[in-house]
């Protein structure tokens, strides 16, 4: 049967292999997306254009959730795909580094100074 299905299918040839062509492409486009790197840099690139005033706090909050969830689905893609223990390390890093870039800007947003671990000192002391 496996002869006679491929002469059959034999006129069809063009269009399967332009299907294998447009998956791989597809393949190749979601890795480069979701790749944990290109994302850092995207995020590394948001928190400059925040830093220089090109976008708002609200765009800012917008834009890294959605980079975030890029990365997280990065990340889980690489660990289905036979990644390591590095991927969640890599998450709880950024998760950490993010909490405090984020405790960075609600600090600079209400006028104090941001402390390690995400705490922000609005200079408020009530005792």
């Known amino acids: 049967m496996g002869l006679l299905s491929e002469t059959v299918l034999l006129p069809f040839a063009p269009a399967r292999g332009s299907l294998w062509v447009i998956r791989q492409l597809i393949a190749e486009a979601e890795r480069q997306y979701y790749d944990p790197?290109?994302?850092?840099?995207?995020?590394?690139?948001?928190e400059r254009r925040l830093d220089e005033g090109e976008i708002t706090a609200e765009e800012f909050?917008?834009?890294?959730?959605?980079?975030?969830?890029?990365?997280?689905?990065?990340?889980?893609?690489?660990?289905?795909?036979?990644?390591?223990?590095e991927a969640d390390d890599a998450t709880a890093v950024d998760a950490e580094a993010t909490e405090d870039a984020t405790a960075a800007?609600?600090?600079?947003?209400?006028?104090?100074?941001?402390?390690?671990?995400?705490?922000?000192?609005?200079g408020d002391r009530t005792t």
């Open 61 to 85: 909050d917008r834009e890294e959730d959605a980079l975030l969830d890029r990365l997280e689905i990065g990340l889980g893609r690489a660990t289905a795909m036979g990644g390591t223990a």
């Open 105 to 122: 800007q609600d600090a600079a947003v209400t006028g104090g100074t941001a402390e390690p671990g995400g705490a922000a000192d609005t």
């Open 37 to 46: 790197a290109t994302v850092r840099a995207e995020l590394a690139l948001l």
